[in-house]
């Protein structure tokens, strides 16, 4: 088994239950975007889907932030409707939206309606008109893991490559997961983001965060997340394998 280098801009932080997940992974949240907004206009967030953000979505309903100067894109989706019970547009609908005063033109959800191929090739179009003038994507990617190291709709059998030249593709998640067809951000999308934020909660997942975080296993698409400046991993304890915290979990100033 190869092994990936290790990342010297790692935080990993180790917190007690869920809701002490969802907490801190607030407070990170609402310190990035007050850093970043102190000297640039606006702030490109990147969601994460799946059930694990929920918590963190609630409270970010509920905190007090420039919202209008806060764009939010997905990192991926299911290729359903937009009020289907498996979009991720929707589980940020009811959990977020329904409780800001955000403009529309904020929002960027991905399309679902076409041919996959074309939505997201529509979608690359949309990144890339929003980040052409910069170096960096996303300020922040907000990212979760799947017991099998996937990231966003980025599947081990997939292969996905840090080299990518697609900003966006169409994929078919494997069997064992519920919604086949997806659309996914690559990894170097992610990897050109300013900072990722990952939440893993579980212990289920703990021998994947090992194998991802301790032994750095190259074959799983998570152990490729590697953003300009801060890769953080906030788990909670039924996720952490022994020795997982590294740095500390306060919040990091930009
Ligand atoms: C998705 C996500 C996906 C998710 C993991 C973990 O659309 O499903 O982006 O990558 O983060 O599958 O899902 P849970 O948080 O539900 O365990």
Avoid at 51 to 67: F, K
Avoid at 120 to 147: I, S
Avoid at 156 to 181: G, K, L, T, Y
């Amino acid at each position: 088994m190869s092994s990936a280098p290790p990342d010297p801009s790692l935080d990993v932080a180790v917190l007690p239950d869920y809701e002490a997940l969802s907490r801190a992974a607030a407070e990170r949240v609402a310190a990035y975007v007050r850093a970043a907004l102190a000297t640039q206009d606006a702030f490109a967030l990147a969601l994460a889907g799946g059930s694990t953000p929920r918590g963190l979505y609630e409270r970010l309903a509920r905190t007090s932030l420039p919202w209008d100067r806060i764009h939010l894109y997905w990192g991926d989706e299911r290729v359903v409707p937009h009020d289907h019970p498996k979009s991720n547009v929707r589980l940020v609908r009811e959990t977020l939206l329904d409780g800001l005063d955000l403009p529309a033109t904020n929002v960027h959800p991905m399309p679902t309606t076409g041919a996959p191929d074309d939505a997201a090739a529509a979608y690359a179009d949309t990144l890339q008109r929003a980040f052409a003038d910069r170096a960096h994507t996303f300020d922040l990617a907000l990212l979760g893991m799947g017991e099998d190291g996937h990231t966003a709709s980025l599947f081990p059998e997939h292969e996905p490559s840090p080299s990518d030249s697609r900003w966006v593709r169409a994929v078919s998640a494997p069997p064992r997961h519920d919604i086949a067809r997806r659309l996914t951000c690559t990894l170097p999308v992610f990897n050109r983001a300013r900072r990722a934020l990952v939440l893993v909660s579980g212990a289920s997942k703990r021998d994947t965060v090992r194998a991802a975080l301790q032994e750095r296993d190259a074959r799983l698409p998570i152990t490729h997340v590697h953003p300009q400046d801060r890769l953080v991993w906030l788990l909670d304890e039924a996720a952490a394998p022994p020795d997982a915290a590294q740095n500390d979990d306060r919040p990091h100033s930009a």
